[in-house]
């Protein structure tokens, strides 16, 4: 139990981790969207103050220009014509010294109105700014505005800073000041927030700060908190945050499913050894030169109430937990049992059994001539080992010598795609080598397997062993190896592997 309490902890785990790494991908890119947000409104804000400086240019230049010395309609003419196409400034005043006389609004003043001191100048072009965070026009005493008034010459400009509040600036916090040599002067927006982006601390990505390329001294900040960000984005949020959970929950899911898989499987494969989920199957094995058959190979197969498993999965399964030997014992016990039971199998008829290397290196293969339903058997029993490090031991000689001894065959599988060891052939007690499917399979396309083929014949008649050739499945196969001088051959061409009730029919209706 507690084996899989730790199993479920690690798909739990990979779960959470998962949606953490998918939390920080959607904070970072939550973070690139305010980064991108904070920059749009800032470069919103001050293209706005580059037009309003334009647009006071554009007005008061060519009003001074004109050089009245008085308010009169030909003035206040001028002055209402420059207002008409004006997007910022919302009223014009003419000054003479430093009284206010008339404005496009009011009209001409019955009595002068003195001027006011401006909260900076711009000597660079004699302009006097002044913000006024409540104005009452003449023409509207009713309702405040908050203006920025802009003096030049004779004639000011009261501009309006709701012109810079435009539905596309998504931060609330943001203020236009105008920077000179010893302090800030606020011009629109909520005062103070410049400052307090400057000295304050605040989280990562949640402020900009930008001055005008075009206006030098005129900056802009912006503030806009992660809060506000998510709120403004909260459907997406959720959105993300559920595809994101999801993804968690998937994940662990998976891995629980894969781990339960792989757990599922070695349950499945201990059950079958001790409740007979391992059926055997045998394929034919026939003489190249005469066609007859001469023996079979066993070959294991496996299926229980979940379903079939493949040799390529159990196979790995049983080596990995040391089930190999006791594999082998269910085989031999089974597969003895049942050709015995087949009449018509002749004496000498060659069984091949493949046996586990690493049940050579240690030892278990020395259990075999104990085994009296192998000794006493009508059949000639050749074990078939595939190529590997463990039959290259001083241990593993000694035990093939006493395998032969004993009176059993000795095959080398699949030879060619093991741990192949030419010494092997000639310090090793066998007597068979079987080409893999493989070389057989390049015969069609006659690639470089299938060139190696007569090599491998070479090597058969110096060491006087048999050959048999796997994987036969046409005829331009079997006369290229039987031209070759193999021995003998398997594969579909002769017959599938069959259980052992379809074995005795195929070679009843064979007439082998």
């Known amino acids: 139990m507690e084996k899989y309490q730790k199993k479920s902890i690690i798909a739990v785990l990979t779960g959470v981790l998962v949606f953490i790494t998918g939390c920080l991908i959607l904070l970072y890119f939550a973070a690139q969207e305010l980064i991108t947000q904070i920059n749009a409104d800032t470069k919103h804000i001050l293209k706005h103050v580059d037009s309003a400086v334009l647009e006071r240019r554009s007005v008061l230049t060519p009003l001074n220009k004109f050089g009245f010395k008085q308010c009169n309609e030909t003035t206040l003419l001028e002055m209402r014509r420059a207002l008409f196409d004006s997007q910022y400034v919302i ?4 000054f003479i010294g430093n009284q206010l006389m008339c404005t496009t609004g009011a009209g001409l003043l019955s009595s002068g109105i003195n001027d006011l001191e401006p909260d900076y100048i711009r000597k660079d072009e004699d302009v006097r700014v002044r913000f006024e965070p409540q104005l009452y026009l003449l023409l509207f005493t009713g309702r405040p505005m908050e203006v920025v008034i802009v003096r030049q010459g004779n004639f000011n400009l009261i501009m309006e800073s ?16 105008y920077r000179d040599s010893e302090e800030l002067h606020h011009l629109a927006g909520t005062k103070g927030t410049y400052s307090k982006i400057s000295g304050d601390s605040y989280l990562p990505y949640e402020t900009g ?19 506000q960000f998510f709120s403004n984005n909260h459907f997406l949020l959720i959105i993300s945050l559920i595809l994101t959970c999801l993804a968690g929950v998937s994940s662990a899911l998976m891995v629980n499913a894969r781990i339960a898989a792989r757990r599922s499987i070695n349950q499945r494969i201990r059950k079958g050894l001790k409740k007979g989920s391992f059926y055997w199957t045998y394929q034919p094995i026939i003489c190249l030169q005469s066609g007859k058959l001469i023996g079979c190979e066993v ?68 259990l075999l001539p104990q085994i009296t339903e192998l000794t006493n058997s009508r059949f000639i029993i050749c074990l078939e080992i595939t190529e590997d490090e463990y ?3 001083s241990i593993a000689h000694a035990h093939f010598r006493t395998l032969v001894e004993s009176g059993f065959n000795l095959s ?46 070479e090597l058969v008649h110096k060491f006087n062993y048999t050959c048999v050739a796997e994987g036969i499945e046409t005829t331009e196969q079997e006369a290229i190896l039987k031209t070759a001088g193999v021995h003998y051959g398997q594969g579909w061409k002769y017959g599938k592997p069959m259980t052992a009730s379809k074995f005795k029919n195929y070679i009843t209706s064979q007439h082998f």
Not at 332 to 348: D, N, Q, W, Y
């Open 162 to 177: 709701k012109a810079f509040n435009s539905a596309s600036i998504g931060s609330k916090n943001w203020e236009v000041v």
């Open 91 to 94: 009223d014009i005043g003419f």
């Open 391 to 393: 039959l290259d031991t």
């Open 209 to 227: 700060v930008a001055c005008s390329t075009e206006n030098e001294n005129y900056c802009a900040a912006v503030h806009l908190p992660w809060s």
């Open 412 to 457: 080398l599988d699949d030879f060619g795609t093991g741990y192949s060891n030419l010494r092997n052939l000639q310090n090793l007690s066998f007597h068979q080598l079987k080409i893999d499917r493989t070389f057989v399979q390049d015969i069609a396309t006659e690639g470089l397997k299938a060139s190696m083929i007569p090599n491998i014949m």
């Open 299 to 366: 070959l294991a197969r496996f299926e229980d109430k979940y379903g079939v498993l493949f040799p390529d999965e159990f196979i790995p399964v049983i080596r990995k937990n040391n089930l190999t030997w006791t594999f082998t014992e269910a085989m031999i016990a089974t597969t003895i049992k049942e050709l015995t039971s087949i009449e018509v199998l002749p004496e000498g008829f060659k069984v091949s059994l493949n046996i586990f290397p690493c049940d050579v290196e240690l030892g278990n293969v020395l």
